[in-house]
């Protein structure tokens, strides 16, 4: 009894790690001498992903932030210039499990345990979005959102859809001078 306790306990810890590990990373930052209320229209500069199929879904949910935050989208003469790069790297993380008989915590003189060691390989999608100033071509807003990605493309696009919306849930910053 005692064992299959340590077991699942072992098991609920390392799913916790791994959830939390996994979990989706929204980061933002900006230049803190930028005036935000003078830029309310942006264009394209470029897209850069590995999969053509993503160009078109990167813009889409940009736009649709953008466009909720009053901004609108022009072909040319623009206030702001936005680039986005896609990148995907592959990760691994390792869970090790004892079997309750010795070795991890409870390690006792003459005791012997076994454990396993299992590798999770897993990748993780970043998305970097950079705002510019059209005029001086200066970065003004820069954010990024990482993800583990999932082999279902409807789950990947839900995730970006989240991650670009965390991204300007607090844009444009309110800055204080």
């Known amino acids: 009894m005692k064992m299959k306790r340590t077991i699942f306990a072992s098991a609920g810890i390392a799913v916790l790690f791994a959830a939390a590990s ?23 500069e470029k897209v850069q992903t590995q999969d053509p199929l993503w160009v078109d879904r990167i813009k889409d949910a940009v736009n649709a932030a953008l466009t909720a935050k009053g901004w609108t ?6 206030s702001v210039a936005i680039i986005a790069m896609e990148t ?37 999608g ?11 071509k200066t970065l003004i807003w820069r954010g990024s959102s990482s993800d583990t990605l999932s082999n279902k493309s409807g789950t990947n696009i839900k995730n970006l859809d989240k991650g670009v919306q965390k991204m300007f849930d607090h844009f444009p910053p309110d800055v204080k001078k």
Do not use: C, H, M, P
């Not at 993380?93 to 345990?113: I, K, P, Q, S, V």
């Not at 998305?127 to 100033?133: A, G, K």
């Open 22 to 44: 996994f979990a989706q990373q929204v980061k933002t930052d900006y230049d803190r001498s930028a005036n935000f209320s003078q830029y309310k229209t942006y264009s394209w």
């Open 126 to 136: 970043t998305l970097v979005i950079d705002l510019f100033d059209a005029n001086t």
């Open 73 to 78: 989208q022009v072909e040319s003469g623009a």
């Open 88 to 124: 995907t790297q592959n990760r691994q993380t390792l869970n090790t499990f004892y079997d309750g008989f010795g070795g991890g915590w409870r390690w006792r003189e003459g005791a012997f345990g076994e454990s396993t060691t299992t590798a999770d390989n897993y990748k993780v």
